[in-house]
Antibody, heavy 126, light 112 residues
Framework: QVQLQQSGPGLVKPSQTLSLTCAISGDSVSSKTAAWNWIRQSPSRGLEWLGRTYYRSKWYTDYAVSVRSRITINPDTSKNQFSLQLNSVTPEDTAVYYC????????????????WGQGTLVTVSS | DIVMTQTPLSLSVTPGQPASISCRSSQSLLNSDGRTYFYWYLQKPGQPPQLLIYEVSNRFSGVPDRFSGSGSGTAFTLKISRVEAEDVGVYYCMQSVQLPYTFGQGTKLEIK
């Protein structure tokens, strides 16, 4: 059974960096049939996909244009986890942040995001 | 970005009765590989979203067969044949044919 366990602070000051980690059990961050996503949810923006990292003989990352200048998603193979860093946060970045596994079949078709972390409410406030 | 529009935004259903939710996309979700990148999720109160349906009509493991998905191109429907109390929550459609993945605004299902 795949489990994703999120960790990180729930309060970040404006202009600082939001950092979250998602620890994976039951799968590998290097799996060639998975992608590892960060998604956030707020009342004003709904569910918003932020980016992903995945391994297909080499590492790839994709980011939403809306946060591309501020975001970094990194895999950590030694700890079987991946992380999110969002720089220069403002109150608009206040949201529940989720990590999620995207599952892919043998032809690399996306079969949906089938496992999610528990969510972390991150509040940006001084 | 592809815009996903759901209707209705809320639904109140008597247990045992059917329910239907529609989702329209601003562009076709049919990819050049012949597959459609469209999904339904349910977010129960206090929980993360959970996958219900992938590729328009395929139920994810463990999803009851009272849930069914249909549609093509830009118009999709989720049907619940007989609503049960455990089906309450917010239903979201999502596309992944093009980055960024985008979600509908959600449809809240309540039980009468």
């Amino acid at each position: 059974q795949v489990q994703l366990q999120q960790s990180g602070p729930g309060l970040v000051k404006p202009s600082q960096t939001l950092s979250l980690t998602c620890a994976i059990s039951g799968d590998s961050v290097s799996s060639k049939t998975a992608a590892w996503n960060w998604i956030r949810q707020s009342p004003s923006r709904g569910l918003e996909w932020l980016g992903r990292t995945y391994y297909r003989s080499k590492w790839y990352t994709d980011y939403a244009v809306s946060v591309r200048s501020r975001i970094t998603i990194n895999p950590d193979t030694s700890k079987n986890q991946f992380s999110l860093q969002l720089n220069s946060v403002t109150p608009e970045d206040t949201a529940v942040y989720y990590c999620a596994r995207g599952s892919y079949d043998s032809s690399n078709y996306h079969q949906g995001d089938d496992y999610w972390g528990q969510g972390t409410l991150v509040t940006v406030s001084s | 970005d592809i815009v996903m529009t759901q209707t209705p935004l809320s639904l109140s259903v008597t247990p045992g009765q059917p329910a239907s939710i529609s989702c329209r996309s601003s562009q076709s979700l049919l990819n050049s590989d012949g597959r459609t990148y469209f999904y339904w999720y349910l977010q129960k109160p206090g929980q993360p979203p959970q996958l219900l349906i992938y590729e328009v009509s395929n139920r994810f493991s463990g999803v009851p067969d009272r849930f069914s998905g249909s549609g093509s191109g830009t118009a999709f429907t989720l049907k619940i044949s007989r609503v049960e109390a455990e089906d309450v929550g917010v239903y979201y459609c999502m596309q992944s044919v093009q980055l960024p993945y985008t979600f509908g605004q959600g449809t809240k299902l309540e039980i009468k």
